[in-house]
């Protein structure tokens, strides 16, 4: 396993679209796998493929206190969406940014999991928005794309400061 660099907004390859998923294999299971200890190390509740760099419609989750509940979504689509929530929501790929997000309180899932197997599953309040907000990221969509323009604007200009910091 290894740790994966984790993009950065407003990097222009987070507005990008994962590809579905053609077959479970190897190569899949290594990349949830690093995805999975790269979350866990940054920390974070939620990864997608695209936020390291890869266009497979992977995502993957752990809404747990102990971090001992991994969810692996290979293709995900969302079935059914129910109820209202608004939750302050962050992101890796947005670092010390928190903002309330208006999402689906509950939701249906369906996916394949690490063994190319189709399943569904139900969700509601954090782990729903958590699955909502990843599912965001491979259609190229970013929480921050919910806020103002003035907010927006805000968050990028803070980015973009800390981008040329670390460089």
Do not use: W
């Not at 997608?48 to 971090?67: N, T």
């Not at 689906?104 to 399943?119: E, H, I, K, N, S």
């Not at 491979?138 to 973009?160: A, C, N, P, W």
Request: glycine fraction near 4%.
């Amino acid at each position: 396993m290894a740790i994966l660099n984790i993009l950065h907004y407003p990097d222009e390859r987070l507005r990008r679209r994962a590809q579905p998923v053609e077959r479970v294999d190897a190569r899949i299971r290594k990349l949830a796998d690093d995805m999975l200890e790269t979350m866990y190390d940054a920390p974070g509740i939620g990864l997608a493929a695209v936020q390291v760099g890869a266009l497979d419609r992977v995502v993957v989750i752990d809404v747990s206190e102990d971090k001992s509940d991994p969810l692996v979504l290979v293709n995900p689509e969302i079935l059914h969406r129910e109820g209202e929530i608004k939750m302050e929501e962050g992101c890796l790929s947005v670092p010390s940014i928190y903002e309330s997000v208006t999402r689906a309180q509950r939701v249906r899932v369906r996916a394949l999991d690490l063994d190319g197997a189709p399943f569904e599953l139900e969700a509601e309040d954090l782990l729903a928005v958590c699955i909502q907000h990843e599912i965001d990221h491979l259609d190229g969509k970013l929480f921050v794309d919910y806020l103002s323009e003035l907010k927006r604007q805000r968050v990028r200009k803070k980015m973009e400061k800390l981008r040329r910091k670390t460089l």
